[in-house]
């Protein structure tokens, strides 16, 4: 990183910029001296012709774009004396973005923090079925959470699905609160090599098919998949109920993160699955967690 960091690049943004400002300026100044030969004939042409009949015309820019390039040019000269944009040189008037970036979160912060407090001060199923808290909560969805568990917050492959309620950690108001705040990891480590032959992987992915009654299970494969099925006892549980607080999902519902094919749970046997949820705590804060947290139990629970 020290390549980027040090005073080379800082002078080779000057100087490229300076260059470029000043190349404007005297390329536009010499085309203004040049002078194109009137007669009483024609307008003379440069030469070039295309389609047979369609001619470059060799005349003058027009005064009044060259005026206009001209006070471009003065602006941009004022533009970079006044604010950043001559490498680490930070303008005569000191403005930066990230300045602007925390006065506006300041502004912010004074004109709806007493709101997001008034919310945090109140359990998340009272704030939930509150009609202002669900529309606020709404708008952190579609903002922060949508880009991953959809707009309808119905998830996709790989991003579970909200509106229903199978949980991975479990859906008490406080445990998606936490989750928002600081995140998960879930980590599905491979298993081939712990059941055997690619014949016991799919043995299991029947066995693991069964558990649901999918009507894609093979009896036959099920009954030898039992028996390896084992190995994924001491997170998925005997009957492959799932374990919330190892985040260990159930087997026996019909609810996939990736897919309930055959080949997707052989896939998943064989490579695992690795999944983070990141924190958004520090960014947020707990008072706006508070309010989607309600708006995210919401989804799966009459709450108005």
Not at 58 to 72: A, D, E, G, Q, V
Not at 149 to 174: C, I, Q, V, Y
Not at 203 to 219: C, I, K, M, R
């Amino acid at each position: 990183m020290s390549d980027f960091t040090n005073n080379f690049w800082n002078l080779y943004i000057v100087v490229l910029t300076t260059l470029g400002v000043l190349g404007c300026a005297v390329l536009l100044y010499s085309q203004s001296k040049y002078k194109v030969a009137r007669h009483n004939g024609p307008v003379g042409t440069t030469g070039h012709v295309w389609d047979e009949d369609l001619t470059e015309l060799n005349t003058p820019m027009p005064r009044w774009w060259m005026w206009m390039f001209y006070l471009t040019i003065v602006f941009g000269i004022a533009y970079l004396f006044l604010y950043p944009g001559l490498g680490s040189y930070a303008g005569k008037l000191g403005w930066n973005s990230a300045k602007e970036y925390k006065a506006e979160l300041a502004r912010a912060e004074s004109e709806y923090g007493p709101l997001f407090e008034k919310y945090r001060r109140q359990d998340l199923k009272a704030v939930a079925a509150d009609a202002q808290a669900h529309a606020i909560g709404e708008r952190l969805f579609l903002t922060y959470c949508a880009q991953c568990h959809g707009s309808d917050a119905r998830g996709n492959k790989g991003f579970p699905n909200l509106t229903d309620k199978d949980w991975l950690h479990g859906g008490a108001p406080e445990t998606i609160k936490q989750t928002i705040m600081n995140g998960r990891h879930g980590v599905m480590p491979p298993m081939g090599a712990a059941l055997g032959s690619d014949k016991d992987i799919e043995n299991v992915a029947h066995y693991v098919l069964s558990l649901s009654g999918s009507a894609a299970s093979d009896p036959i494969k099920s009954v030898f998949g039992k028996s390896k099925f084992g190995a994924c006892m001491a997170c998925h549980g005997a009957g492959g109920i799932g374990n919330q607080a190892l985040g260990a999902p159930n087997l026996s519902d019909k609810t996939w993160l990736y897919g309930g094919s055959a080949e997707t749970i052989m896939e998943t046997i064989r490579k695992g699955r690795d999944n983070t949820m990141p924190a958004f705590g520090d960014f947020l804060g707990e008072s706006k967690v508070h309010v989607l947290s309600a708006y995210v139990w919401s989804l799966s629970n009459e709450s108005r």
